[in-house]
């Protein structure tokens, strides 16, 4: 069954702090994985894409990692800031010879708080 | 223009009520999303269209009417909806080939509340 994991649910750090989020997937066969971050009531906005052969991308304070043989992710965010407090959403995208759009596959995200 | 505009940002509406969400964008994507979120939850696909014509239905209740009127437009069609109903909407669009990054792009959402 294809299912995306994350942890922590939920996660306060200080401002300044660094952070670790992890993404566990069983989706096969594997297309890419992606990083959104979702302001409440809003829609999310993609920070990160890894594909099969990529380690880490970075953008800006947002480190992304990925380990496809353990199928592992991680999103490390670095001297966090108060904006930074929202749901971050790991989706893996399921590469689908039928489509040619693929299946998303969304975890249940790790909320995010950032205290001053 | 990267942006997917939703209209309206927030819907009221009873159960006898007939009222449309409405979704654009201008980046020549050719595959258009419906997504349900209720609150804490990721986001649930709902339909997919595809060049103009629906590809994916995901078993939702009839009282959900999608409709896609031109490739820059998608309409969600609502009527007698229950309170459980009550969610954000999102509509996503993406470049519609399988171009292995087919990222969507995400509305900011129409949040419901279904009396």
């Known amino acids: 069954k294809n299912q995306v994991e994350q942890s922590p649910q939920s996660l306060i750090i200080l401002e300044g702090k660094n952070c670790t989020l992890q993404c566990n997937y069983t989706v096969s066969p594997f297309s890419n994985l992606r990083w959104y971050k979702q302001d409440t009531g809003r829609g999310p906005v993609s920070l990160t894409i890894m594909t099969f052969s990529e380690n880490t991308k970075s953008n800006g304070r947002y480190t992304a990692t990925l380990d496809a043989d353990t199928k592992q992710s991680s999103l490390h965010i670095t001297a966090s800031q108060l904006s930074d407090s929202a749901s971050y959403i790991c989706v893996v995208r399921a590469f689908d010879r039928g489509s040619t759009l693929g299946r998303l596959y969304f975890g249940r995200g790790t909320q995010l708080t950032v205290w001053p | 223009d990267t942006e997917v505009t939703q209209t309206p940002k927030h819907l009221v509406m009873g159960m006898t009520n007939k009222k449309s969400l409405k979704c654009e964008q201008h980046m020549g994507h050719r595959a258009m999303y419906w997504y349900k979120q209720k609150a804490k939850k990721p986001p649930e696909l709902m339909f997919v269209?595809?060049?103009?014509?629906?590809?994916i239905n995901e078993s939702v209740p009839s009282r959900f009417s999608p409709e896609c009127p031109n490739s820059s437009l998608l309409n969600l069609h609502l009527h007698a909806l229950q309170p459980e109903d009550s969610a954000l909407y999102l509509c996503?669009?993406?470049?519609?080939?399988?171009?292995?990054?087919?990222?969507?792009?995400f509305g900011p959402g129409t949040r419901l509340t279904v009396l």
């Open positions: 996503a669009s993406s470049q519609g080939r399988d171009r292995g990054n087919n990222e969507q792009f």
């Open positions: 269209y595809s060049y103009e014509k629906l590809s």
